[in-house]
């Protein structure tokens, strides 16, 4: 009897921790869904961006024509059915490029760099490329935990079981990681 | 940021005239101490030889004597400790920014203490003195010496009085704006037990959620709680890390910071009593007013250190 007893304590206990590694397992992954999600919020902040730049330097930048191009060929890639994660990284990194060669080119243009839109639309824009970094940098933590959760015993065990697959971080593409460079408007 | 060679230089031209004056006041207000504090003692004497038969009742006259010296010697006293304030902390403080104002019996209220959220321990007793409020660059700071306290009762009734925190409280305007609440303490179970501390600061009761930051030199020095992950790290950006860990090799202290409703709260714990004067030692010496100069000058030096007067984002 005492045996039963004994097997019957030792799979309760079993069972409770089986319990709240999947429940651990369940949080780790919504946090990243809801993380992943304020980040969206952000970038389509950003993406809305877009009009409005263009408008803005429009009456100036009349050689930035492939510039100006770019920025809105970008815009009106940027559809609301695009919802895979990959994609919307992808857009992200596009859409930070035109703004960082739109930024470059207005040195170039002392009257457009002072006027009150102009500024006011390069203040936001450093505002949300801030909240946007702080969200990615959030992303990646909440992934890294839920990824060693779903790699580390023994948590792995019920990972595998519910079929928790690793998630990937949010890199910046190779071309951001590169110093820009400042010889184009200098020449 | 005001150098040392422009202090001695403010030194020599500005106090040093005033603090020859004050000099005068001090020697006096010593003589006086030393006849009050002698006189007590012989009459204290006296009385232990005369009452020696009176048992109890004897040394309680003493006793009472002695404390009565004492607060008449504290009584006598303040008024050099408050000339030495106006003539010489408010007078550095101005020397470090013209738009910074010193009051030397104000202080940051026990409701922005509590606002800070840097301790949970419940406080019995607060006071605080020498605060500085003004306007450095874009951002407007307060500060001022706080003591807080928690008393705790043994079997015996007898009371026991535990600091809390002692030192000076920085409150300034925090150049981004922000909702929640993120607190940065510093970290002792994960240096002492790694990860298995690091589980163990995510129970931590009272506290909210636990934020792991990329930067394992600060994670190694900090412990950081906040409201909101997002807005945590939008408040602690990379640079901002590296000055955080800079300004505590700077002070050499542990330092606790938290930033509550677009403030930045600041508390540097110190042992010694600040900026009061030092009634048995010279003034006409910079050593000292070197001193009370540096303690200032860490305190306003935080805008500069975390780049508070920077403005290029929505708050303005």
């Keep these: 009897m005492p045996v039963a007893y004994g097997v019957i304590a030792i799979l309760v206990v079993l069972g409770v921790a089986a319990l709240l590694m999947y429940n651990s397992l369940v949080g780790k992954r919504n946090q990243v869904s809801n993380i992943f999600g304020t980040m969206d919020a952000m970038l389509k902040k950003r993406w809305d961006l877009v009009p409005n730049l263009t408008a803005a330097v429009k009456g100036y930048m009349t050689h930035e024509r492939q510039v ?17 994660m990959d994609e919307k990284v992808a857009f992200d990194n596009q859409v930070s490029k035109a703004f960082g060669q739109v930024f470059l080119a207005v040195e170039a243009y002392p009257q457009l760099k002072a006027s009150d839109h102009f500024l006011h639309l390069q203040r936001t824009l450093v505002e949300l490329e801030e909240q946007i970094s702080a ?17 580390m015993f023994p948590t792995n065990v019920m990972a595998s079981l519910f079929g928790f697959q690793r ?6 593409q190779d071309p951001q990681r590169q110093a820009p460079s400042v010889s184009g408007p200098l020449r | 940021m005001k150098t040392m060679d422009q202090l001695r230089e403010f030194y020599q031209t500005e106090l040093l005239p005033d603090l020859r004056a004050l000099e005068d006041k001090r020697k006096a207000a010593v003589k006086q101490l030393l006849i009050v504090g002698g006189a007590a003692l012989a009459i204290a004497l006296l009385l232990l030889v005369l009452l020696v038969r009176a048992g109890p009742v004897g040394f309680i006259l003493v006793a009472v004597l002695l404390i009565g010296a004492g607060v008449l010697g504290t009584r006598m006293t303040r008024g050099y400790r408050s000339v030495f304030k106006v003539t010489v902390i408010a007078r ?52 001022s010496e706080v003591h807080a306290e928690y008393k705790t009762k043994d079997n015996k009734g007898h009371t026991d009085w535990h600091t809390i925190f002692r030192g000076i409280l920085f409150a300034g305007d925090f150049n981004k704006a922000f909702r929640g609440k993120t607190v940065v303490l510093p970290d002792m179970a994960e240096r002492l037990l790694g990860s298995l501390g690091q589980k163990l600061q995510s129970w931590t009761p009272g506290r909210d959620d636990l934020i792991k930051l990329e930067d394992p030199e600060f994670e190694r020095e900090f ?22 860990l800079q300004f505590k090799r700077k002070t050499g202290k542990r330092i606790y910071l938290s930033f509550v409703g677009s403030k930045v709260f600041v508390a540097i714990p110190y042992t010694k ?44």
């Design chain 1, 135 to 151: 969200a990615r940098r959030a992303f990646n933590a909440s992934v890294t935990d839920y990824n060693n959760a779903v790699e």
């Design chain 1, 167 to 172: 998630k990937t971080l949010f890199e910046i």
């Design chain 2, 92 to 143: 550095l403080v101005r020397f470090i920014d013209e738009n910074l104002c010193y009051s030397p019996d104000q202080g940051i209220p026990k409701s922005v203490f509590q606002t800070a959220d840097l301790y949970k321990q419940h406080i019995d007793r607060y006071r605080s003195e020498d605060q500085v409020t003004g306007k450095v660059g874009a951002t407007e700071i307060a500060f």
């Design chain 1, 68 to 84: 100006l191009e770019q920025v809105t060929a970008m815009r009106s890639q940027i559809r609301p059915e695009a919802r895979g």
């Design chain 2, 223 to 244: 412990v950081v709680y906040s409201t909101d992950q997002i807005e945590a790290r939008y408040i602690l950006s990379t640079s901002l890390m590296e000055r955080i």
């Design chain 2, 273 to 316: 009593n600040l900026f009061e004067p030092r009634l048995f030692s010279t003034l006409l010496d910079l050593g000292p007013i070197a001193q009370y100069f540096e303690d200032l000058q860490v305190a306003v030096g935080i805008v500069d250190d975390m780049n508070l007067n920077t403005r290029i984002w929505s708050k303005s």
